[in-house]
């Protein structure tokens, strides 16, 4: 059982930066694949990047390749998501998931999630 919570969302404006942050419970987290997903309002929730239980390797969505890094800290339970440059195409509630299996890039592929985080980036 992984329990997350997502933090580290807010308003920010075109082309600024932010840094999400995800806190699992659990002494088995370094066993989990993470993932992050975004879900604006009546739209699907979507990958967004993934990282394997030993942090290589990594995927991105093609929308964000470039400008988002995620990476983990085992050690201390984290998974972390730099969005950088952002667009206000990126506004969206952003998800923290993990799977025991291999990152996947669809949502279902994923048994544990947080309650998301809301990320605004104005124009």
């Known amino acids: 059982q992984v329990q997350l919570v997502e933090s580290g969302g807010g308003l920010v404006q075109a082309g600024g930066s932010l840094r999400l942050s995800c806190a699992a419970s659990g002494r088995t987290f370094s066993s989990y694949a993470m993932a992050w997903f975004r879900q604006a309002p009546e739209k699907e929730r979507d990958f967004v990047a993934a990282?394997?239980?030993?942090?290589?390797?990594?995927n991105y969505a093609d929308s964000v390749k470039g400008r988002f890094t995620v990476s983990r800290d085992n050690a201390k339970n984290m998974v972390y998501l730099q969005m950088n440059s952002l667009k206000p195409e990126d506004t969206a509630v952003y998800f923290c998931?993990?799977?025991?299996?291999?990152?996947?890039?669809?949502?279902?592929?994923?048994?544990?999630w947080g309650q998301g985080t809301q990320v605004t980036v104005s124009s």
């Open positions: 990282i394997s239980w030993s942090g290589d390797p990594t």
């Open positions: 998931a993990a799977t025991i299996y291999s990152h996947r890039t669809y949502p279902t592929g994923y048994d544990y």
